[in-house]
C-alpha cells in the first residue's frame, strides 16, 4: 500500500501484525500511553477533546499536514523520524513568531496494511519531539486511509501580549539575516531521490537535515524579544519566504546569494552533481532556519546578542521599496530577479508562474 | 481522482480550473479572505501562525480526520455539506465536554485535479458551520494529495474552570439519556449506498442528518453546569459509545433498545429495508447527540432543565456494577449483550471483535 516499512525492511513482514489485525480502539490503546505532558494536562489522549489550563497571555494555533508521495517518501527514512519531523516543522511555525510550543493533537491516517509496530515508532517520534520542545501530545485522531498515510499535527503555542512576530512588519532599510546554515535539506533531498556514489560523509550529513529538521525555537524567542521587523521560517526555500515577507510588508528586497550560508557538506554534494552551491540555499527550502528583517539601528546588538546565546546569524540581504521589486545581487556586479521558485504543491515547476 | 465534482455534475468540467491550474499560493488567497472571526483573533490566517488572546480559564481542544472513500464518499452530497460536517463533528466533541467551541485550523490534501470551485464552496460550508457555532477559522494547510481528499480540523474550545465532564464519571445507579433523536444519519448512509425507490420526504430527511448533523452544544452546556457523571456524543454509534464509557468509569450498563428515540422517517427507511427500527439508532453513529449519565437525585431537575430549554431528552438504560456487563433488556424480557458494534475504522465488522 505503499506505506514506509520501517527500519526492518528485509522480510518477515507476513507475520507482523497492521493496524487491521489490531483495530483501531487497540491502537489507541497503544500509543496513547507514554506521551509527553505537563502539569497544566488536566485531561490527555483518550475523552472527546483535551483539557488545559489555558494559558496566559497569547495563544498561537498553527497546523501541518505531511502526505506521503508528496511531503515524504516510502524507505526515506525511518517511523521515528518521521514522526520527529511532522512535530518539528509545526514548532518551526511557533518559533517563526516568537511563541513558546505548548500542546499538540495528532491525527494519522493509516493504510490497514501498516503495520502496527510502524505507528508505535512514529508515535515514538512524535514523542521524542514533543520532550525536546517542550510540547505535550494531548490527543488525536486515528483513521483508516484507502491510500497514501497523511499525518496532520496541529499545534498550539504561548506568547507574551505583544511580542509575536509576523512577516507583516519588514521595512525599507532593514537588513536580512538568516540563523543557521542552508540548502542541506534540499541537498538531502537531491542524494535521497538520486542513489549514487556520493561523498559518504557529506551525504549522512546533508540526509539526516532533510529527515530530521531542528526548528530554531530559543532563535525565534531572542527575535521577538528584540522587537524585530519580520520573521519567517525557512521551509518553502529562501526565495519563496522573501516573497511571502515583501508581499506582506509592501516591500522589495535585494538578497546576496553568495553570501548565503552554506555547510561544507552542501558544497561538496553540490560540486559532485555539478549544481552552483547557493542553488539549495536559495531555493530548496525544508532548512526550518529562520529568517529575520531588523532595522540597521538594532542589528549591532541582535547580533551581539546572537553571539551570546550561540546562534548563528549571517546577513545575506536588504529590504528595499516595493517598486525596487525582488532582486539578487552578485559578486560579478550582475543583478537577476529573484523568482519565488521555492517548493509550491499542484505546481511542479515553482519557479516558472511568476507574480 | 476520485474527487467529488460540486453541485455541477453535468459536465463542463473540462474548462474549469483546477486547483493545480491555480497553484497553492492563489488558492490560499481564494479562500482565506471571508473567514469567521472575532475580537479575540489578534491574526488570522496567512503567516506562520494565528494569533488569539488566550481565553480564561480552561481550553479544549480536539482533532478529527475525515477521508475520502472512509468518512465520505463522492456523490453523497455537496462540497458546502462536507465542508460544514469536518468542522460540526469537531464542534460535537467540544459539545460532549460541555464547552464552548471557539478557533480552529483547517488542513486539507486535495488531488491536483480538483476544480477550484470544489475548494471554495468547501470553504463556504466550515465557514457557515463556524459563523452557526461561534468559531473563528484563523488558519491551515492546503496541501497536494496524490489520492484521496483529506480534511483535517482541530478546533480549540473553552470552559470554566471545573466544569468540563468525561467519559469517566458513570456510577452505578446512574440513568442513562440520550438527547435528540437517534439512527437518522446511519439511516440517511444506508439510503445513499443503497440508491431505490425509498420513501422519498423519508428518504430526504434521513439524508439531509448524515450530511448536515448538528452538535448538541446548549444541551452539553446544560449537562456541564448540572455536574452530570459522564458525557459523550453519539459519534460510533451508542452500542459503542456505551462500551467507552463503561470502560473509562469502571461500570456496566443495562440498555433498552426499545426506548431509543427514532424518528417517523427512520421507522419507515427500516419498513422498507425489511430492517428492525432500533438498530440504526443502537449501532449506527453520527448522529452527534449526546450520551448522558446522571444520579437519579439530579435525574428530574435535569429533565425540567431540559423541557425549559427545549431539549429532547429520553432516558434509555442505567449504569451497573462492572461485573454485570453490558446488556441489552427487550420488551419481552430477554436480555443480550451489548456487543460494540458501531463504525471502526480498519475492521469492516466492528461488531464481531469483541472487548
Not at 517511523?79 to 516543522?89: C, D, E, I, M, T
Not at 554534494?269 to 529568517?291: C, F, N, Q, T
Amino acid at each position: 500500500m505503499g506505506i514506509w516499512t520501517g527500519r526492518d525492511d528485509k522480510g518477515g513482514r507476513d507475520s507482523a501484525p497492521t493496524v487491521a489485525d489490531v483495530g483501531e480502539h487497540r491502537l489507541i490503546d497503544l500509543i496513547t500511553r507514554p506521551l509527553a505532558s505537563s502539569p497544566e494536562v488536566i485531561l490527555g489522549p483518550g475523552d472527546d477533546a483535551a483539557v488545559l489550563v489555558s494559558p496566559p497571555g497569547w495563544l498561537l494555533l498553527t497546523t501541518d499536514m505531511l502526505v506521503e508521495g508528496v511531503h515524504f517518501q516510502a524507505g526515506y527514512g525511518t517511523p521515528v523520524q518521521l514522526g520527529y519531523k511532522a512535530l518539528a516543522v509545526n514548532v518551526s511555525d511557533i518559533a517563526a513568531m516568537g511563541g513558546t510550543p505548548w500542546a499538540a493533537v495528532i491525527s494519522v491516517a493509516l493504510p490497514g496494511s501498516t503495520p502496527a509496530e510502524f505507528v508505535e515508532s512514529l508515535y515514538l517520534g512524535l514523542d521524542r519531539a514533543a520532550r525536546q520542545f517542550g510540547v505535550s501530545l494531548v490527543g488525536g485522531d486515528t483513521v483508516a486511509s484507502p491510500g497514501s498515510l497523511v499525518i496532520n499535527v496541529a499545534l498550539a503555542g504561548k506568547a507574551a501580549p505583544g511580542t509575536v512576530v509576523t512577516r507583516r512588519g519588514a521595512r525599507p532599510g532593514d537588513l536580512v539575516f538568516v540563523t543557521g546554515s542552508m540548502g542541506a535539506a534540499a541537498a538531502g533531498l537531491f542524494v535521497l531521490q538520486n542513489p549514487g556514489s556520493w561523498p559518504r560523509e557529506a551525504a549522512g550529513s546533508v540526509v539526516r537535515r532533510f529527515l530530521e529538521p531542528v526548528p530554531h525555537l530559543e532563535a525565534g524567542k531572542l527575535f521577538a524579544s528584540f522587537g524585530v521587523g519580520a520573521l519567517d521560517d525557512n521551509s518553502d526555500g529562501l526565495a519563496r519566504e522573501m516573497h511571502e515577507i515583501c508581499r506582506a510588508s509592501g516591500v522589495g528586497c535585494l538578497i546576496e546569494p553568495e553570501r548565503l550560508p552554506v555547510d561544507a557538506a552542501v558544497r561538496e554534494i553540490a560540486a559532485a552533481a555539478g549544481r552552483p552551491w547557493w542553488e539549495w540555499a536559495l531555493h530548496g527550502g525544508e532548512d526550518y532556519g529562520l529568517v529575520v528583517c531588523v532595522a540597521p539601528a538594532a542589528a549591532e546588538s541582535l547580533v551581539d546578542a546572537c553571539r551570546s546565546a550561540n546562534i548563528a546569524l549571517t546577513r545575506v540581504g536588504l529590504i528595499t521599496v516595493r517598486e525596487e521589486g525582488l532582486w539578487t545581487a552578485w559578486a560579478d556586479g550582475r543583478t537577476v530577479p529573484l523568482l519565488p521558485g521555492g517548493f509550491e504543491h499542484f505546481l511542479p515547476d515553482g519557479g516558472s508562474h511568476g507574480r
